[in-house]
């Protein structure tokens, strides 16, 4: 019997819930840590961060307008799936990270914690940054947190799949939907995540990943009008100032990317969730 | 048909025969020749595939937005939902006083005298759909009352509906009779006639109502009411443009022509000015030839337009709502 050939994978971008090709037509070779051939990825080009952008704001009213213990209910079956592709991300993030077989597994083990513990904030972050505030008058005055709308991610570069969900999932739990620039040279835990998510019961549009250069796509989605937030934590160091300078054209939520990304694997707290969250605060009369 | 009607005066011989009665009528009608149906799907896809971009594009946008006729017609229309539209038909994007006004705004009957205040002085035009629109079902004196009613509060331009069942069924002449009677109660307002395409079944048909209404005196012919799906396609607006100017031909007058309803983008309004352009030819390219029946067409391509001037992408933030 001759040697069986491998199939090589050219994969698609997901946008609105669908796995189209890029506008362009464009697609690049992703390698391993040693420089081996993985797969093709498609390369995004700006008018495939248009769409992406469309499909999450359509998404958002939906997404949002949701309870908060049924956004919980949905990104923990979302850990479920992620659990039974263990063995995939395994392989995924080992070859892109060159991490040994015992690393890549206790990241994708911390990955899929991550996801929960985001999970278990969805109705839990209103009473902790929310408040019934005190007053000197017949009135109630309340503070609770409202999502920020669409989010642009820039995924960090280096850690693939635990680095994602790290900022992925803070900014999904809250309400926001977001348009997510995978790692550029490491997309392919991100492409085996949306395959999870596609078949989740996440909506489609609310998280939409693009893969592609991301000094190509950032300041398009630093400058569209219709983005609220930017998540910069991915970003080319030499680019930041431009894209924060670009997103306040439109007066976005900057989150600014420190110089060397964070150690992921450190336990996690809300400051993600409440980088996306706007307060607002409602004045009531009391009845008599 | 009781007589002669006045529109057919100044044809050509053959087709002042054509409205002599009934069956000339009828004859000359299913004497035009079919539409070849693959044909005209193909070359309308091959029409959509040009590429329009940077200042051509910047064109079409503004040559797109003059010739849109904004439109309001639902039942919770309000005085002030009317006042608010009359407004953005004026000045569509308050931050740029370059964007050109809309060619008109189309309502109710009962809205038109709103409108016609709001728009007094202006030069948009104030278009009123009459003749117990959607359906056109009701009677003729019914239909005439309607588009007084329209008229007389001040009304410059007309959108009547034609009788579909009575076209299907093939009585040609009630359609053709009440297109005419129609006309002559407008008086000085411009006549646009609603085919209803999505209703009408057959490219054949479209071809044929199109040449009755012409026959019987239209100023524009018009796809659809936007009240059913299919709405108005590129393969009919090319049928339609065909028959404007297969009658220039004949006749050397200039119909114009209407898509309305499911035009939502502006890549699908430039489709149809390029099929415009290329099927009926330069001289539809105005508003006083071709107009474009839409309500929320009209915040793409001021997103569209700032898109294109500010090099980034605009959202729907930045619109008016309406």
């Known amino acids: 019997m001759s040697e069986r050939l491998t199939v ?6 997901y946008v609105g819930g669908k796995f189209p090709r890029s506008e362009s037509g464009r697609s690049y070779p992703v390698r391993d840590a040693k420089g081996g051939f993985l797969a093709n990825a498609a390369q995004a080009s700006r008018k495939d961060v248009r769409e992406a952008v469309v499909a999450a704001r359509k998404a958002f009213g939906g997404w949002s307008g949701a309870t908060a213990y049924n956004r919980g209910q949905v990104l923990y079956r979302v850990a479920e799936l992620l659990e039974g592709r263990r063995e995939q991300f395994v392989a995924e993030t080992s070859a892109g990270e060159g991490a040994n077989g015992k690393r890549a597994q206790a990241g994708v083990d911390a990955a899929i914690d991550r996801w929960v513990w985001y999970a278990g904030w969805t109705d839990k972050i209103a009473t902790v940054l929310g408040a019934a505030n005190p007053v000197a008058g017949p009135y109630f005055s309340f503070s609770v947190p409202e999502p920020t709308g669409v989010v642009g991610v820039l995924a960090p570069q280096a850690s693939s799949l635990l680095g994602l969900v790290s900022v992925l999932a803070p900014a999904i739990a809250t309400g926001n939907t977001v348009v997510v620039v995978a790692s550029q040279d490491r997309p392919l835990p991100a492409i085996t995540l949306s395959e999870v998510l596609a078949t989740s019961d996440v909506p489609g549009g609310v998280v939409n990943i693009l893969t592609g250069r991301t000094a190509e796509l950032a300041p398009w989605l630093a400058s569209h009008a219709d983005v609220n937030a930017l998540d910069l934590t991915g970003a080319p160091e030499s680019m930041s100032a431009e894209l924060e300078r670009s997103a306040a054209g439109t007066v976005k939520r900057v989150l600014r990317a420190r110089p060397t990304e964070p150690d992921w694997t450190a336990p996690p707290d809300i400051s993600r969730l409440r980088a996306f969250l706007e307060t607002k605060t409602v004045w009531h009369p009391k009845g008599t | 048909m009781a007589s002669p009607p006045p529109a057919s005066t100044g044809l050509p011989p053959a087709l002042s025969d054509a409205t002599r009665d009934e069956t000339s009528l009828r004859r000359f009608l299913h004497g035009l020749p079919g539409v070849d149906q693959v044909g005209v799907e193909q070359r309308a896809a091959g029409l ?40 953005k038909a004026r000045r569509p994007d308050p931050d740029r006083a370059e964007v050109p006004p809309v060619a008109a705004v189309c309502v109710y009957p009962d809205m038109v005298a709103t ?43 007309v959108d009547m509906v034609i009788d579909r069942g009575a076209f299907l069924s093939g009585r040609y002449g009630r359609v053709f009779d009440e ?8 008086g000085d307002a411009h006549l646009k006639v609603i085919l209803e395409t999505g209703e009408l079944a057959t490219y054949d048909n479209v071809r044929r109502a199109s040449w009755l209404a012409m026959l019987a005196g239209a100023d524009f012919i018009k796809t659809s009411t936007g009240k059913i799906s299919p709405a108005a396609t590129l393969p009919v607006t090319h049928v339609m443009l065909q028959a404007v100017r297969d009658w220039h031909t004949a006749t050397g007058d200039r119909v114009g022509v209407k898509p309305a309803g499911g035009i939502r983008t502006t890549k699908d309004a430039i489709r149809y000015l390029v099929a415009v352009h290329e099927v009926a030819g330069e001289e539809w390219l105005t508003p006083e030839k071709f107009r474009f029946g839409a309500s929320s067409l009209l915040n793409d391509l001021l997103m569209q337009r700032r898109a294109q001037l500010d090099g980034h992408y605009s959202g729907p933030d930045y619109v008016t709502v309406d």
């Open chain 1, 8 to 13: 090589a994978k050219t994969y698609k971008l």
């Open chain 2, 48 to 87: 959509a595939t040009r590429s329009i971009k940077k200042a051509a594009k910047l064109w079409a946008i503004d040559t797109a937005i003059g010739m849109v006729d904004l439109t309001t017609l639902e039942g919770a229309d309000t005085d002030g939902k009317v006042r608010s539209l009359c407004a």
């Open chain 2, 115 to 157: 409108a016609v205040e709001a728009l007094r002085g202006t030069g948009i035009g104030v278009a009123s759909v009459a003749t117990a629109f959607p359906s056109g079902r009701s009677s003729v004196p019914v239909k005439i009352a309607d588009t007084e009613l329209a008229v007389a509060a001040g009304a410059t331009e």
């Open chain 2, 179 to 186: 297109i005419v009677t129609v006309k002559h109660a407008c």
